[in-house]
T-cell receptor, first 115, second 117 residues
């Protein structure tokens, strides 16, 4: 089946650090990639939608200058949490999709802990 | 405003029996529904989907039923196995729901299924 690789799986860093998370589709070309955030015991909350070669579309309430998304190729999207603070600590998950109405396939997520 | 609801946070079933996971939605524009399974510290894994033109889709032990008039879908797992123990999320999307072709998914809050040996 389709495979999406997300790295790193866990990050622990000091407040003020910028953290980059990579999301790669390994066996298909992802025209669209999505970035989610999950708080404990809550649902996956969509942060932004990223189409290859264009600017990401952010959900209401998500700061685009805080969460920088780059989708430079059909197999790679990156999320950079800039100047991270403890309230940014969360589980971040990416997904990738080949075409519209195809299932999204998810990475294994990144546990971000800001001290 | 929770547009996709999974009202049962947890479900416990005996091995070999049927597991029925339920999901309700409020937006009649949704036309594509999916079920994902998630183990701790892993990303969700796609299980099965259904388009609104169908009322049933089956894949091995997994069957999804869609009742559009009731805005309700369910996932049946039979027979249930201990390895099925996980959190199950339902998700929904619509073609022009947000004015574009992004088809973003709206997820429910998940149901923790425990299959007892």
């Amino acid at each position: 089946g389709a495979v999406v690789s997300q790295h790193p799986s866990r990050v622990i860093c000091k407040s003020g650090t910028s953290v980059k998370i990579e999301c790669r589709s390994l066996d298909f070309q992802a025209t669209t990639m999505f970035w989610y955030r999950q708080f404990p015991k809550q649902s996956l909350m969509l942060m932004a939608t990223s189409n290859e070669g264009s600017k990401a579309t952010y959900e209401q309430g998500v700061e685009k200058d805080k969460f920088l998304i780059n989708h430079a190729s059909l197999t790679l999207s990156t999320l950079t949490v800039t100047s991270a603070h403890p309230e940014d600590s969360s589980f971040y998950i990416c997904s990738a999709r080949w075409t519209v109405n195809q299932p999204q396939h998810f990475g294994d997520g990144t546990r971000l802990s800001i001290l | 405003d929770q547009q996709v609801k999974q009202n049962s946070p947890s479900l416990s079933v005996q091995e070999g029996r049927i597991s029925i996971l339920n999901c309700d939605y409020t937006n009649s524009m949704f036309d594509y529904f999916l079920w994902y399974k998630k183990y701790p510290a892993e990303g969700p894994t796609f299980l099965i989907s259904i388009s609104s033109i169908k009322d049933k889709n089956e894949d091995g032990r997994f069957t999804v039923f869609l009742n559009k008039s009731a805005k309700h879908l369910s996932l049946h797992i039979v027979p249930s196995q201990p390895g099925d123990s996980a959190v199950y999320f339902c998700a929904a999307s619509g073609p022009l729901f947000y004015g574009g072709a992004t088809n973003k998914l709206i997820f429910g809050t998940g149901t923790l299924l425990a299959v007892q040996p």
